[in-house]
């Protein structure tokens, strides 16, 4: 059972900007540094943002991430066909004394 | 190029265990966390536990406390996850990935073992 809410679905069109929210609480967000991945489908799950914002190498300046209280975003700019895939928000917690993920979020480019 | 590799698919039967194998190369094993993740079939990521190659320290989630057990042999640098009484719903494919950077960071992801649990 998934801690961290994400909105099941979103899309856009080619070259729209898209934002996905992830929602905690205090012991997880609100604590701890936040990541996301990208899942492409039948693929393993890829690193996309780091520590809130932070990009790995050869990850496109399009994915940018933030975060704010107990919540956090990712935005995905100039959308393109091949980020057709599900996202995912996680984050240590504390009080679980374990890492959790998001309930994902499946983009769709129209 | 810095990899971990897993063993292939499995099925087994309800009530049984599975041991899967996840070999890294390309780093130094004992430098990093290795967690372990699995995803069901049409569901989201789940976090299994984490160990840490360099003392063998191992944390799981309370959902597998008393099912999981993580070790790791660092003479070949391979980390394993044994999951006992094993479900129908274990039915899933499982990753194991290095923690990168911090705070859960996982940058690089095996390839997924499958593992079936079907009477």
């Known amino acids: 059972q998934s801690v961290l809410t994400q909105p099941p679905s979103t899309s856009g069109t080619p070259g729209q900007r898209v934002t996905i929210s992830c929602s905690g609480s205090?012991?997880?967000?609100?604590?701890?540094?936040v990541n996301w991945y990208q899942q492409l489908p039948g693929k393993a799950p890829k690193l996309l943002i780091h520590s809130n914002n932070q990009r790995p190498p050869g990850v496109p300046d399009r994915f940018s991430g933030s975060k704010s209280g107990t919540s956090a975003s990712l935005a995905i700019s100039g959308l393109l066909s091949e980020d057709e895939a599900d996202y995912y928000c996680?984050?240590?917690?504390?009080?679980?004394?374990?890492?959790?993920f998001g309930t994902g979020t499946k983009v769709t480019v129209l | 190029q810095v990899q971990l590799v897993q063993s292939g698919a499995e099925v087994k039967k309800p009530g049984a265990s599975v041991k899967v194998s996840c070999k890294a190369s390309g780093y130094t094993f004992t430098g990093y966390y290795i967690h372990w993740v699995r995803q069901a079939p049409g569901h989201g990521l789940e976090w299994v536990g984490w160990?840490?190659?360099?003392?063998?320290?191992?944390t799981y989630a309370q959902k597998f406390q008393g099912r999981v057990t993580m070790t790791r042999d660092t003479s070949i640098s391979t980390a394993y996850m044994d999951l006992g009484r094993l479900k129908p719903d274990d039915t899933a494919v499982y990753y194991c990935?290095?923690?990168?950077?911090?705070?859960?960071?996982?940058?690089?992801w095996g390839q997924g073992t499958m593992v079936t649990v079907s009477s």
């Open positions: 160990i840490f190659p360099n003392n063998g320290a191992t």
């Open positions: 990935v290095r923690d990168g950077v911090s705070g859960g960071a996982f940058d690089i």
């Open positions: 996680a984050a240590w917690d504390d009080s679980l004394n374990g890492y959790v």
């Open positions: 205090s012991s997880n967000i609100g604590s701890n540094t």
